[in-house]
């Protein structure tokens, strides 16, 4: 009897992007950080860490909540801020330097599996590579990807391998997906 191999379809390529957490995947949350700077106002430019409540603490403006915040509307807020009382036109930018409250989780057959940072544009490769890669005994052409929406959940398959090879298209993640690569059937 010769080994059988499941094969995901390309049917994964059809799954919708959702917008809103495409831009939500981008937006601060409790342990990341973010780089301040105010045009030639080297005390108030600096590397901030959101608080497990959302906030931070900016000098002159006190606590700011900034959870949810995409980074230019972060420097929107810190821009008007200061205008209103410190400086005549700031000039202010926000560069994100880690997104830790963002993750995606990899189980199953690689070699480390865990929860690992998400990062803008993320794809399924991207995720087993941070994972180790596959294991001897992963199914290559048959991850599931288990994304969890407004309408509850949904399980994607998507074929890996093909995906190396330059066969199929990406698979681009979202924050709070769960990639399972599951044992091979000899």
């Known amino acids: 009897m010769a080994a059988c191999s499941a094969t995901a379809t390309s049917r994964y390529a059809e799954v919708p992007i959702n917008s809103r957490q495409s831009a939500q995947a981008s937006a601060l949350g409790a342990g990341d950080e973010f780089e301040v700077r105010v045009y030639e106002e080297a005390g108030l430019t600096g590397l901030y860490v959101v608080s497990p409540g959302g906030q931070i603490d900016y000098p002159l403006l ?62 399924v490769v991207d995720a087993l590579t941070l994972a180790g890669g596959f294991t001897t005994m992963a199914e290559r052409n048959f991850t599931i990807v288990t994304r969890l929406d407004g309408a509850g959940s949904q399980r994607i398959p998507v074929p890996v391998e093909k995906i190396m090879q330059g066969l199929a298209a990406n698979f681009y993640l979202q924050p709070g997906d769960i990639v399972f690569v599951p044992e091979t059937i000899l």
């Open 62 to 123: 006190g606590t700011l909540t900034v959870e949810g915040l995409v980074p230019s509307q972060v420097a929107a807020l810190i821009r008007n801020r200061l205008g209103e009382r410190y400086i005549r036109n700031p000039y202010v930018t926000v560069q994100v330097k880690s997104l830790s409250s963002k993750r995606v989780l990899v189980l199953g057959e690689v070699r480390a599996p865990g929860r690992f940072a998400f990062a803008d544009r993320m794809t």
